[in-house]
């Protein structure tokens, strides 16, 4: 395993595995240990995961930020870790990332998958304030407010105490949090979104209540030539709630990509 640390913007990644580059990005506070139940489906790929600005091994930045600083950074970890162009999955916020990314710097990527995401809080018909007000409680407090919009009632308690126990590992500060829905509250490119022409992979779970299923489906309408694909009983964290289905999608669309 490649370990690095890209020390212009002093942001923390690593790299596993051989084959095409697939970059993940993660979304709202969250930092890549997050990404424990995507990597064993992605083993024959090289992935390439960092903490954004704001979390984990990166930790929070007093200068401000904004969605352009948060993509040039995943450029910047693309170039420290020598790749030209790859696959990027961004996740909820990472999922906006991910778009300014492509639209931004279209020969870096190959394909782009975005999961539980949507075209910018401007278009979300969910109030993103009680996302800002749950920032401000202590991480475990955090997590237990959060965890009805993330799941499915049917999700096991034992798998939700397992993401929590993941993220408590490294946990992110109040600060280091909103700092991150500052950057991403204001972006708004859905009047580019044309301009995608790499595959474009939209994975969404119907039962999502944060970010609600029409954000998808007007996120992958905005997109041309997009696959949208639906995952039944799964909600925000769908790696969580249907590990394999949503792993077999993403398998599925990295295979026709590649």
Request: aromatic fraction near 6%.
């Amino acid at each position: 395993m490649e370990v690095g640390m890209q020390t212009t913007a002093g942001i923390w990644w690593e790299s596993t595995g051989e084959g095409e580059p697939v970059l993940l990005i993660n979304g709202l506070g969250s930092c890549s240990a997050s990404w424990f139940r995507v990597l064993p489906a992605l083993r024959d790929y090289r992935v390439i995961t960092f903490d954004n600005r704001g979390v984990g091994r990166t930790g929070h930045r007093p200068e401000p930020f904004d969605l352009a600083t948060l993509a040039s950074d995943a450029i910047a970890v693309l170039d420290a870790a020598g790749v030209t162009r790859a696959h990027v999955l961004g996740l909820s916020m990472g999922g906006l990332i991910a778009q300014e990314f492509a639209l931004s710097h279209p020969d870096r990527v190959s394909s782009l998958m975005l999961v539980s995401t949507h075209a910018g809080i401007p278009h979300l018909t969910v109030a993103a304030s009680a996302v800002a007000t749950m920032a401000a409680l202590p991480p475990g407090e955090r997590s237990r407010a959060l965890a009805p919009l993330l799941y499915v009632d049917q999700t096991p308690a034992a798998e939700i105490a397992r993401d929590e126990e993941v993220a408590s590992a490294i946990p992110t500060t109040s600060e280091g949090l909103r700092s991150q829905l500052v950057a991403a509250a204001p972006w708004d490119r859905y009047a580019d979104l044309h301009q995608l022409a790499v595959p474009v992979l939209v994975l969404h779970g119907r039962e999502d209540r944060l970010v609600p299923l029409s954000a998808g489906e007007k996120l992958a309408a905005a997109i041309p030539h997009s696959e949208l694909v639906v995952v039944e009983t799964a909600g925000h964290r769908l790696f969580t709630d249907q590990t394999t289905t949503a792993m077999d999608a993403i398998a599925d669309f990295l295979a026709r990509a590649a």
